[in-house]
């Protein structure tokens, strides 16, 4: 018997498409976002997403352990790739000066700013329990991941 190909990115990114489709309330699709992410991308322990009111991140929906609830914009891994409006890729979250503990398991993150047109409206964060997890086409899964998310809730003209 053949065993099943493996999912590769651009399948995973075809099915939170299809996954969001239609739908372009943020809350439901981030949660559904994190959801698809967080059980189809192996070695996570938390996958979520942060939006900004005023100057602060505020939790939004995700999987994996309880969180902070609000980050200053500029602290932390979230707040300063908020504030810088780039990705960040933390190898080793211990050596990230200010890096927030949230679940001590955590070794390595990746957060990717979501960029609404013409304004900043959160980030997705990915943290690991291992450390370097996040290479070049993890961060592409996750900035094309957070493109297709920024997609489905802008609505259309
Ligand atoms: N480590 C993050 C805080 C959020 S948790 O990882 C879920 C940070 O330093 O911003």
Not at 3 to 30: F, K
Not at 46 to 73: D, H, K, M, N, S
Not at 81 to 100: K, L, N, R, W, Y
């Amino acid at each position: 018997m053949e065993s099943a190909p493996l999912e590769t990115d651009q399948d995973l990114l075809a099915e939170l498409r299809a996954l969001l489709a239609g739908e372009s309330d943020p809350i439901a699709n981030a949660a559904n976002t994190a959801a698809l992410l967080f059980n189809r991308v192996g070695r996570l322990n938390w996958v979520g997403f942060y939006f900004l009111q005023g100057e602060t991140l505020v939790l939004g929906p995700f999987q994996g352990q309880p969180a902070c609830t609000r980050i200053p914009l500029g602290r932390g891994v979230c707040g300063t790739a908020a504030a810088a409006g780039e990705t960040i890729v933390v190898p080793d979250v211990h050596e990230f000066p200010g890096h927030i503990v949230c679940d001590t398991a955590s070794l390595s993150e990746i957060v990717v700013p979501l960029a609404l047109p013409g304004r900043l409206s959160g980030v997705l964060d990915v943290d690991s329990p291992e450390r370097s997890r996040f290479g070049p086409a993890e961060r592409a899964l996750f900035e094309a991941a957070a493109d297709i998310y920024v997609e489905a809730c802008t609505p259309r003209a």
